[in-house]
């Protein structure tokens, strides 16, 4: 899906002209991927649009930085009022947003902190990350030849650019097969999440998700389920899952900012089937709260004007 252009990128500070949003080619983030960034989106509403948990996601993208040890030059809440005057000054009632700190220009060695720190903005219309007849119908995934890195290689608790190209071997694998989306297993054999989204599976009336130390990231979709699926009262545990346990759930759903909620119909083939209910209800809870109309939920939006 082509990005479509918009008006305005926020760069360090200043809000210029989309097209002039330009990097040198000897930025260091570029060649070495120490870089960090956010997926965030903010959702139409009655009163204007409103970004999805803005300060959580903020809020990982500096405890990303703290990871690889970049010292960003803004505060959370310069972030955060940053990203709603992007995606106000864009006029969009909905869009997607992609923060992103990056090393500039000036070093070439391999030790980042001499780097200078940049960070931008960008907002853009994106529907359903896995196709619309995904969103309705499920996509159909396949367990990856590639591993998800072990926490002691590259720490799957950041959001680091270069961690991505684990997800793009991965992605491009499935695709090439035919399938959607993949799903990755830790260096121990067990589930860790798909190429860009979190999974949950429905057993027996409980949901079960990966722990974080399966090798996961602290999705924010992830925790919006969990405690969404609490409040209707269903059972959630995190769990090691084996492949074999995907193949045999009563449901499959991935999620994510860019994939929201995903039902998985199908895994190496095996048939999970069309969304089930626990899909569906989450579903359905979760674009109803964050459109504003859940007001146990009100908390999770934060409005841009
Ligand atoms: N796991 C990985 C590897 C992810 O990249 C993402 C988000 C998630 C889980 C879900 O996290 P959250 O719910 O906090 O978004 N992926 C990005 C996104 O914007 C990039 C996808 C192209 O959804």
């Known amino acids: 899906m082509p990005i479509t252009p918009t008006e305005k990128i926020w760069m360090n500070g200043e ?75 864009n006029g969009l009632p909905s869009c997607y947003i992609r923060p992103i700190v990056y090393l500039g220009y000036g070093e070439m060695g391999l030790n980042p902190m001499p780097c200078v720190v940049n960070v931008s903005i960008a907002v853009w219309p994106w529907g359903a990350y896995l196709g619309d007849e995904g969103m309705q119908h499920g996509v159909r995934m396949k367990i990856s030849s590639w591993r998800r890195h072990d926490p002691n290689i590259i720490p799957p608790a950041a959001k680091g650019t270069g961690q991505y190209i684990n997800s793009q071997l991965a992605k491009v694998e499935a695709i090439k097969a035919g399938y959607d989306e993949a799903i990755m297993l ?77 039902p998985v119909r199908e895994i190496d083939d095996r048939v999970v089937g069309e969304p089930g209910p626990l899909t569906k209800k989450i579903q359905e809870v979760f674009h109803a709260a964050v459109r504003g109309e859940v007001e146990r939920y009100a908390d999770w939006l934060e409005y841009v004007s």
């Not at 130390?213 to 405690?227: E, M, N």
Request: hydrophobic content about 45%; glycine content about 8%; charged content about 25%.
């Open 15 to 89: 809000l210029i002209p989309w097209e002039d949003a330009k990097v040198h080619v000897l930025t260091h983030t570029l060649h070495y991927g120490t870089g960090v960034f956010e997926g965030v989106r903010a959702y139409e509403t009655a009163r204007g649009p409103a970004v999805f948990r803005l300060t959580d996601h903020i809020e990982r993208l500096f405890a990303s930085a703290k990871i690889f040890m970049i010292d960003i030059p803004f505060t959370v809440q310069e972030i955060v009022e940053a990203t709603k005057e992007t995606v106000k000054v």
């Open 186 to 262: 830790n260096p121990q054999g067990f589930v860790a999440e798909a190429s860009g989204e979190n999974i949950f599976i429905a057993r027996d009336g409980d949901l079960i998700t990966p722990p974080l130390s399966a090798g996961a990231l602290v999705g924010i979709t992830r925790d919006s389920v969990i405690r969404i699926a609490r409040d209707l009262g269903v059972n959630v545990h995190e769990a090691d899952l084996m492949r074999t346990d995907l193949y045999t759930a009563d449901e499959v759903f991935v999620c994510g900012t860019a994939a929201e909620i995903t």
